[in-house]
């Protein structure tokens, strides 16, 4: 089942992953065979892409959303969260099967979570689950590394469209690297390049995985320090902003979203790149995946006034591997 015929042309489409989260507050992690008495419970929705999206229709761009979801009550939960945020939604439903659903236990001195989650491998979007007028009219689209043979058919038809690919990628999913090479700006967790390429050194591994895949740009997100990019000719590195953390959860996620944002915008990559660390920062001053997106009002002031971490990287240390990066370029045929 599909809902919602496609109106208007938007800013930015998303592919790939919704969720259902209970988060379960904890007054400290659990040991093991041990008794913890919960803070709270609640459900909430999440899911990367999902809430990426969520977040880029908040600051005002029009959005696009697809996702396969269950016949469940989860399913339902989803849909009516996108309906009231008023976004563009096409599901595409699997009778009989369950909603991906997570059980996020949150630390609560640190805000650290930990995800126990279940995806049915009925949900799974499938090629032929698209139309290929869902990804018409955009000028972004992001896509999530799970479902990699639907993701990669969508980013292939937003090539054919002129419009750039932003990939999420945390792990090595089966057939990841057809879709990597549809990407524009590649956007991973910190352990994602080694996974890929074994070598466990940002300031190696990203260069390498430019070279292979001919992004635009890649990034490695590093929790609470930020983020480091490449661009094939110098790195950035972005430090993190330093807050309070309630909930670490869909911090990742809207960076994401905040990263869509800034390159509407037209921004420099310094201030996409500030902004998302800031936007994905404050978000972890409330519970759920999404409860804390900020305001760009909110987010402007808080560039401003808000202590940063301390550098993932020496200055130097980022000069002497963006030598040795180009370097390594110039020699390979």
Same mark, same amino acid.
């Given at each position: 089942?599909?809902?919602?015929?496609?109106?208007?042309?938007?800013?930015?489409?998303?592919?790939?992953?919704?969720?259902?989260?209970?988060?379960?507050?904890?007054?400290?992690?659990?040991?093991?065979?041990?008794?913890?008495?919960?803070?709270?419970?609640?459900?909430?929705?999440?899911?990367?892409?999902?809430?990426?999206?969520?977040?880029?229709?908040?600051?005002?761009?029009?959005?696009?959303?697809?996702?396969?979801?269950?016949?469940?009550?989860?399913?339902? /939960?989803?849909?009516?969260?996108?309906?009231?945020?008023?976004?563009?939604?096409?599901?595409?439903?699997?009778?009989?099967?369950?909603?991906?659903?997570?059980?996020?236990?949150?630390?609560?001195?640190?805000?650290?979570?930990?995800v126990l989650w279940k995806r049915d491998s009925s949900i799974a979007l499938h090629p032929e689950d698209l139309k290929r007028q869902w990804v018409r009219g955009g000028r972004a689209l992001l896509v999530d590394g799970h479902d990699t043979k639907a993701a990669a058919c969508a980013a292939r038809w937003a090539r054919q469209e002129s419009i750039c690919v932003v990939g999420d990628f945390d792990n090595r999913y089966k057939e990841v690297e057809a879709l990597l090479h549809l990407t524009d700006f590649a956007i991973t967790s910190k352990e994602f390049p080694e996974r890929l390429t074994g070598?466990?050194?940002?300031?190696?591994?990203?260069?390498?995985?430019?070279?292979?895949?001919?992004?635009?740009?890649?990034?490695?997100?590093?929790?609470?320090?930020?983020?480091?990019?490449?661009?094939?000719?110098?790195?950035?590195?972005?430090?993190?902003?330093?807050?309070?953390?309630?909930?670490?959860?869909?911090?990742?996620?809207?960076?994401?979203?905040?990263? /869509?944002?800034?390159?509407?915008?037209?921004?420099?990559?310094?201030?996409?790149?500030?902004?998302?660390?800031?936007?994905?920062?404050?978000?972890?001053?409330?519970?759920?995946?999404?409860?804390?997106?900020?305001?760009?009002?909110?987010?402007?002031?808080?560039?401003?006034?808000?202590?940063?971490?301390?550098?993932?990287?020496?200055?130097?240390? /980022? /000069?002497?591997?963006?030598?040795?990066?180009?370097?390594?370029?110039?020699?390979?045929?």
């Amino acid at each position: 089942m599909r809902r919602n015929a496609t109106r208007q042309r938007v800013d930015v489409i998303g592919v790939g992953i919704n969720a259902t989260d209970t988060i379960i507050r904890l007054p400290r992690f659990p040991a093991l065979d041990s008794k913890v008495e919960i803070v709270s419970a609640e459900v909430k929705p999440g899911g990367q892409v999902a809430s990426a999206m969520v977040a880029c229709k908040r600051w005002g761009l029009r959005v696009r959303y697809i996702g396969k979801i269950g016949d469940d009550e989860a399913g339902k /939960l989803q849909m009516a969260e996108m309906k009231r945020e008023r976004i563009e939604a096409h599901w595409v439903v699997a009778r009989g099967a369950m909603s991906q659903s997570s059980f996020i236990l949150v630390d609560g001195p640190s805000g650290e979570r930990t995800v126990l989650w279940k995806r049915d491998s009925s949900i799974a979007l499938h090629p032929e689950d698209l139309k290929r007028q869902w990804v018409r009219g955009g000028r972004a689209l992001l896509v999530d590394g799970h479902d990699t043979k639907a993701a990669a058919c969508a980013a292939r038809w937003a090539r054919q469209e002129s419009i750039c690919v932003v990939g999420d990628f945390d792990n090595r999913y089966k057939e990841v690297e057809a879709l990597l090479h549809l990407t524009d700006f590649a956007i991973t967790s910190k352990e994602f390049p080694e996974r890929l390429t074994g070598e466990n050194d940002l300031l190696k591994s990203l260069p390498q995985l430019y070279r292979d895949f001919k992004f635009r740009l890649i990034a490695s997100t590093l929790g609470r320090l930020g983020v480091l990019a490449w661009d094939g000719t110098r790195f950035y590195l972005t430090p993190g902003f330093c807050v309070d953390a309630v909930d670490t959860t869909g911090a990742g996620d809207i960076f994401h979203g905040a990263f /869509l944002f800034g390159l509407m915008r037209d921004w420099s990559l310094e201030q996409i790149l500030e902004f998302s660390c800031a936007a994905a920062a404050l978000n972890c001053e409330a519970e759920g995946a999404r409860g804390g997106i900020a305001s760009l009002k909110v987010i402007a002031q808080f560039r401003k006034v808000a202590r940063r971490s301390e550098l993932a990287f020496a200055p130097e240390a /980022l /000069l002497e591997a963006a030598n040795e990066a180009r370097a390594a370029t110039e020699v390979t045929p």
